[in-house]
Nanobody, 114 residues
Framework: QVQLVESGGGLVQPGGSLRLSCVAS???????MGWYRQAPGKQRDFVATITSGLSSNYADSVKGRFTISRDNAKNTVYLQMNSLNPEDTAVYYC?????????WGQGTHVTVSS
């Protein structure tokens, strides 16, 4: 069983930045780690993913503003979010894919508001 714990969410003003972190428990190696988000009343959407080989992929809506990274030694994935706008308000979920199975964290809230 893989447990994922996200942190780093909060309230930020438009134009601000936040850094999310997600730690995978134990000696777990996730082939792919990523971030998804779900705004109120909407479906969960892809944000960014990164492989164990550090190949990354981004949603068009966050390209140039968000950066995903991971520390394989710490089983941790990060999401640096810059130039935030109200449309980025959502619950952000961490995802791990291990041996083809997906695992999700509980989510961390990000609110962008003045």
């Amino acid at each position: 069983q893989v447990q994922l714990v996200e942190s780093g969410g909060g309230l930020v003003q438009p134009g601000g930045s936040l850094r999310l972190s997600c730690v995978a428990s134990g000696s777990v190696v996730c082939a792919v780690m990523g971030w998804y988000r779900q705004a109120p009343g909407k479906q969960r959407d892809f944000v960014a993913t990164i492989t164990s080989g550090l190949s990354s992929n981004y949603a068009d809506s966050v390209k140039g503003r968000f950066t995903i990274s991971r520390d394989n030694a710490k089983n941790t994935v990060y999401l640096q979010m810059n130039s935030l706008n109200p449309e980025d308000t959502a619950v952000y979920y961490c995802k791990c894919i291990r041996f083809g199975s997906p695992y999700w964290g509980q989510g961390t809230h990000v609110t962008v508001s003045s």
